[in-house]
C-alpha cells in the first residue's frame, strides 16, 4: 500500500482536498497520513525523517501533496525520498505571468481570518443554522437565505450545516412530521416564507435503513410508515410547486451544490 503525505504550514486543507480529489481516479487502498502547521525547520526535518522511514520500511516510495510557501521548509520536504507534488507553485507561476502581478505568498491566507468578514459570516450562518435547526423555532425564518423542508432522516440538518459552513448562506429547516401527514398542508410560517423553501425526498428503502438505525423496531422506522411520509411529502411538493431533489444517492457536498446549483443563491466565501 503506497502511504500519502498531506505536508502544509498552515491546515494542509487545501493539500488534502486537491489530493483526495487525484487519488479517487484510482482504485488503489492509500494509508493518509497529514502533517499540518510545519512551522519551523526541526519540524519539516522531522517530517522528512518520517517519509523517508515509510519508503525504507514498505518498499514503496509515498507521495507528498504538499502547500508550503516558506521557501526553507518547502525544499527540506522535496528532499526527501517521495514523489512530491506542489499544489501552489504549479499554478502560481503561470498565473503571475497572466495577471502580471508578481504573488505575495503568506502562510494562513487560505483558512486563516485574514479576512475576518467572510469568516464571521460562516460562523454567524453555522449560528443560524443550529439556532433554527428541525422546525424548533420558525421566528426567524425571514432572515433565512433558504428553508429545507421534508420528512425526518432526509438529510436537512447536515445540508444545512455544510452550506452555513463551507459557503456562508443562512440555512433554515423544518421536518414534516408524522402528526402533519393526516392534513398534509404549509404551516403559516413556511406559507409566508414561500419563495424560500426547497425541499429533499429519498429512497423509502434507504430512509427506512436510517430510521431504523435510530429507533429500531419502532413505527417511525417502519417501512410502510416510511413510504407513507414520502409520499405524501412529495405530492405536497409538486402541489405547491416546491422544487425538491432526491438526497439518496448523494453526498451531502453534492446535494448542497445542487440546491446552489438549482436555487441560484450565491456564495459568501470569496
Request: with cysteine; charged share 25%.
Amino acid at each position: 500500500m503506497h502511504t500519502v503525505f498531506y505536508v502544509s504550514d498552515g491546515t494542509a486543507i487545501t493539500a488534502e482536498v486537491f489530493g483526495h480529489a487525484v487519488l479517487s481516479q484510482f482504485p488503489l487502498p492509500f494509508e493518509h497520513v497529514t502533517m499540518p502547521f510545519v512551522g519551523d525547520e526541526a519540524k519539516a526535518n522531522s517530517i522528512k525523517e518520517r517519509i523517508n522511514d515509510s519508503y525504507r520500511q514498505s518498499g514503496k516510495q509515498p507521495i507528498v501533496f504538499h502547500t508550503i510557501v516558506d521557501t526553507k521548509l518547502r525544499e527540506i520536504i522535496t528532499s526527501s525520498d517521495a514523489k512530491c507534488y506542489d499544489f501552489l507553485n504549479t499554478f502560481v507561476s503561470p498565473i503571475e505571468q497572466q495577471l502580471g502581478v508578481k504573488a505575495d505568498p503568506r502562510t494562513h491566507r487560505t483558512h486563516g481570518m485574514d479576512n475576518r468578514k467572510h469568516y464571521d459570516a460562516r460562523i454567524d450562518a453555522v449560528n443560524y443554522a443550529l439556532e433554527n435547526d428541525d422546525g424548533v423555532t420558525t421566528k426567524e425564518y425571514d432572515e433565512a437565505d433558504i428553508i429545507l423542508v421534508g420528512v425526518s432522516r432526509c438529510g436537512k440538518t447536515p445540508t444545512s450545516l455544510y452550506l452555513a459552513l463551507q459557503f456562508g448562506i443562512r440555512v433554515a429547516n423544518y421536518p414534516f412530521i408524522d402528526q402533519d401527514m393526516e392534513q398534509m398542508r404549509l404551516p403559516t410560517a413556511l406559507k409566508a416564507n414561500r419563495h424560500k423553501l426547497f425541499g429533499l425526498t429519498i429512497d423509502p428503502n434507504r430512509l427506512q435503513e436510517i430510521r431504523e438505525r435510530r429507533r429500531a423496531g419502532s413505527r417511525y422506522a417502519a417501512p410502510e410508515q416510511c413510504q407513507y411520509e414520502l409520499e405524501q411529502v412529495e405530492r405536497l411538493f409538486r402541489m405547491e410547486a416546491i422544487p425538491f431533489i432526491d438526497t439518496t444517492f448523494h453526498s451531502v457536498e453534492e446535494i448542497s451544490v445542487k440546491i446552489l446549483e438549482r436555487t441560484g443563491i450565491p456564495r459568501r466565501i470569496f
